[in-house]
T-cell receptor, first 110, second 115 residues
Framework: EDQVTQSPEALRLQEGESSSLNCSYT??????LFWYRQDPGKGPEFLFT???AGEEKEKERLKATLTKKESFLHITAPKPEDSATYLC???????????FGAGTRLTVKP | GAGVSQSPRYKVAKRGQDVALRCDPI?????LFWYQQALGQGPEFLTY????????KSGLPSDRFFAERPEGSVSTLKIQRTQQEDSAVYLC?????????????FGEGSRLTVL
């Protein structure tokens, strides 16, 4: 069965303190891995799509990377406005759905 | 509209009541998805529409759950005889693509509480 595991569950950083979030996956026939950001009381907001091992995408202070078993979301010099839950999702085989991880709740303190 | 709109934002139901949750996708978006999100968890897939056709309903947890999109735009998720375990946020998402991709636009969700 396809599985997506995110770690850590929660992460507290000081403003400017860089770190990485992990998404480990076990799927058959990965079609894509996706990162979303979710603020409290809101729906997820799309950040990145990664399709193959070695691929990297960047957006402002965020950089997503992909290997055959996991993806990392690197946050460089985070700001308080980066505080949110970051969700990883995978799409595999002929499935119509995306399987989401439970997310990492990031708090950046000023 | 500018984004995906869901209503009501909050719904409290007594156990056994029927509820209907509405989703207005972004105009012209072909694909529409419903997800269920429990507190502290990621969204879980319920069902997928391409225009008015429901192509996948494999995630619907029971026959008490029913979704429709009769004209290929607005969609309604109906839950009959609600149970406490149905309490969750129900998210709707849409996409301009006619094939399933991960680049979805989500609404803010409808939070259902069953007492």
């Amino acid at each position: 069965e396809d599985q997506v595991t995110q770690s850590p569950e929660a992460l507290r950083l000081q403003e400017g303190e860089s770190s990485s979030l992990n998404c480990s996956y076990t799927v058959s026939g990965l079609r894509g891995l996706f990162w979303y950001r979710q603020d409290p009381g809101k729906g997820p907001e799309f950040l990145f799509t990664l399709y193959s091992a070695g691929e990297e995408k960047e957006k402002e202070r965020l950089k997503a990377t992909l290997t055959k078993k996991e993806s990392f979301l690197h946050i460089t010099a985070p700001k308080p406005e980066d505080s949110a839950t970051y969700l990883c999702a995978v799409q595999a085989g002929n499935n119509n759905d995306m399987r989401f991880g439970a997310g990492t709740r990031l708090t950046v303190k000023p | 509209g500018a984004g995906v709109s869901q209503s009501p934002r909050y719904k409290v139901a007594k156990r056994g009541q029927d509820v209907a949750l509405r989703c207005d996708p972004i105009s012209g978006h072909v694909s529409l998805f419903w997800y269920q999100q429990a507190l502290g968890q990621g969204p879980e897939f319920l069902t997928y529409f391409q225009n008015e056709a429901q192509l996948d309903k494999s995630g619907l947890p029971s026959d008490r759950f029913f979704a429709e999109r009769p004209e290929g735009s607005v969609s309604t998720l109906k839950i009959q005889r609600t149970q406490q375990e149905d309490s969750a946020v129900y998210l709707c998402a849409s996409s301009s693509r006619d094939r399933v991709t991960g680049e979805l636009f989500f609404g803010e969700g409808s939070r259902l509480t069953v007492l």
